[in-house]
């Protein structure tokens, strides 16, 4: 069974600041990645995807992927208050069936 | 438009009740998936659906049963509900039969069994 890990947080970082959110996985064959935002009491929602190694930038937001340490991270730079919310990270499962998503990293952006 | 909506937003019921949640698409994706995210925040799979193939997570208990009168909707019914049943659970869906694709989720039904 995959796992992908990340650090529940919170991460508080100051408004422009650049804030970095880290996940791991278990398994070797994924090729797929996935960040998703939600905020409180809302439904998840797609920030970023990523499939090869390397950086994929949009907008303030850049997916970092390396398949060899098996960890991808998400870095949000000129961090706004309206970032505050959790970000999931997700892959999916061995027969492509579903997503499975980390725990979530709550990250609060002070003004 | 709303691409994925959920009927109710919010369930209140009692231990041992029967209820279901509805969900439609308008996005003509080929799959759709029931979600739950318990107070812990954890989301996790409970099933994936398309016109072909049903796969239960196997951590599911049977009293769950999704059940789809067409492509656009994936309805979760659940019998004798359990205290342990509460959470938020979210209906989404992705084009293709496999989930490598984007998902789509919509609002979220917050249920409570008291």
């Known amino acids: 069974q995959k796992e992908v890990e990340q650090n529940s947080g919170p991460l508080s970082v100051p408004e422009g600041a650049i804030a970095s959110l880290n996940c791991t996985y278990s398994?070797?064959?994924?090729?797929?990645f996935f960040w998703y935002r939600q905020y409180s009491g809302k439904s998840p929602e797609l920030i970023m995807s990523?499939?090869?190694?390397g950086d994929k930038e949009d907008g303030r937001f850049t997916a970092q992927l390396n398949k060899a340490s098996q960890y991808v991270s998400l870095l949000i730079r000129d961090s706004q208050p309206s970032d505050s919310a959790t970000y999931l990270c997700?892959?999916?499962?061995?027969?492509?069936?579903?997503?499975?998503f980390g725990k979530g990293t709550t990250l609060s952006v002070s003004s | 438009d709303t691409a994925v909506s959920q009927t109710p937003k919010y369930l209140v019921t009692q231990m041992g009740n029967d209820k279901s949640i509805k969900c439609e698409q308008n996005l003509g994706h080929d799959t759709m998936y029931w979600y739950k995210q318990d107070s812990k925040k954890f989301l996790k799979i409970m099933f994936s659906y398309n016109n072909k193939e049903l796969i239960i997570n196997e951590t599911v208990p049977n009293r769950f049963s999704p059940k789809s009168p067409d492509k656009a909707h994936l309805n979760l019914h659940i019998n004798s509900l359990e205290l342990g049943d509460s959470a938020v659970y979210f209906c989404?869906?992705?084009?293709?039969?496999?989930?490598?694709?984007?998902?789509?989720f919509g609002p979220g039904t917050r249920l409570t069994v008291l």
């Open positions: 398994d070797r064959v994924s090729q797929s």
């Open positions: 990523i499939y090869s190694n």
């Open positions: 997700a892959v999916p499962n061995q027969a492509g069936t579903a997503l499975i």
């Open positions: 989404a869906s992705s084009p293709g039969t496999r989930s490598y694709n984007e998902q789509f």
